[in-house]
């Protein structure tokens, strides 16, 4: 079991600047790639950035330039430095991890974990 714990949302004004935290805890045997999703009202849940365990990065185009994703594995925790926010990001922000853990007393399996998500609103 593996649980995902976020942090950092709120309301910032354009231009404004976020840091999102996401902290994993659990039965936890290796995290591979980490990932942060948003979803706005209306919309689908859409993918924002990636990172693997080697800290190899991929960005939506809409962020690019604009957000860092980073993550220190000594600590299982991914991060999402947002700068030059605007207000089409405002969204619920969620954590997602890949990774092997046990459930309980079984054996390891390969699963993908959310956060529970944090909000981001962007607004004057």
């Known amino acids: 079991q593996v649980q995902l714990v976020e942090s950092g949302g709120g309301l910032v004004q354009p231009g404004g600047s976020l840091r999102l935290s996401c902290a994993a805890s659990g039965s936890i045997f290796r995290i591979n790639d980490m990932g942060w999703y948003r979803q706005a009202p209306g919309k689908e849940r859409e993918l924002v950035a990636t990172?693997?365990?080697?800290?190899?990065?991929n960005y939506a185009d809409s962020v690019k330039g604009r957000f860092t994703i980073s993550r220190d594995n000594a600590k299982n925790t991914v991060y999402l430095q947002m700068t030059s926010l605007k207000p089409e990001d405002t969204a619920v922000y969620y954590c997602?991890?890949?990774?092997?853990?046990?459930?309980?007393?079984?054996?390891?399996?390969?699963?993908?974990?959310w956060g529970q998500g944090t909000q981001v609103t962007v607004s004057s």
């Open positions: 997602k991890a890949e990774a092997w853990a046990r459930v309980g007393f079984g054996p390891l399996s390969y699963q993908g974990y």
């Open positions: 990172i693997s365990s080697d800290g190899r990065t």
